[in-house]
């Protein structure tokens, strides 16, 4: 059995800051890669960023570059997206998502398993 439980979203106003974290339980072993998407209302789930096994391979999506950071604490199977300047546009429901991969897929399709979400809402 394998579980990814997302939480930290929450309601915050624009140029502040959240951290999410998504825990990973179960045969995590083959978590190689640890990826967030996210989904507003009406649109398609989006690429957000993913971190490899190693902190140095990581991958973000350009709307949340140099705002947003990924990493992960393998000792406690959880990865954390810290997301700074926070725009209106950045609402949407996040979700934690693993794969075990020798790249870093950028594709919701690419992911094997994937946590319920955490809704993230940002006020102008």
């Known amino acids: 059995q394998v579980q990814l439980v997302e939480s930290g979203g929450g309601l915050v106003q624009a140029g502040g800051s959240l951290r999410l974290s998504c825990a990973a339980s179960?045969?995590?072993?083959?978590?190689?890669?640890m990826g967030w998407f996210r989904q507003a209302p009406g649109k398609e789930r989006e690429f957000v960023a993913a971190?490899?096994?190693?902190?140095?391979?990581?991958s973000y999506a350009d709307s949340v570059k140099g705002r947003f950071s990924i990493s992960r604490d393998n000792a406690k199977a959880t990865v954390y997206l810290q997301m700074n300047s926070l725009k209106p546009e950045d609402t949407a429901v996040y979700y934690c998502?693993?794969?075990?991969?020798?790249?870093?897929?950028?594709?919701?399709?690419?992911?094997?398993?994937w946590g319920q979400g955490t809704q993230v809402t940002v006020s102008s």
């Open positions: 998502a693993a794969v075990s991969s020798i790249v870093v897929p950028r594709t919701s399709s690419q992911y094997h398993y």
């Open positions: 179960g045969r995590t072993f083959s978590f190689n890669v």
């Open positions: 971190i490899g096994s190693s902190a140095y391979s990581t």
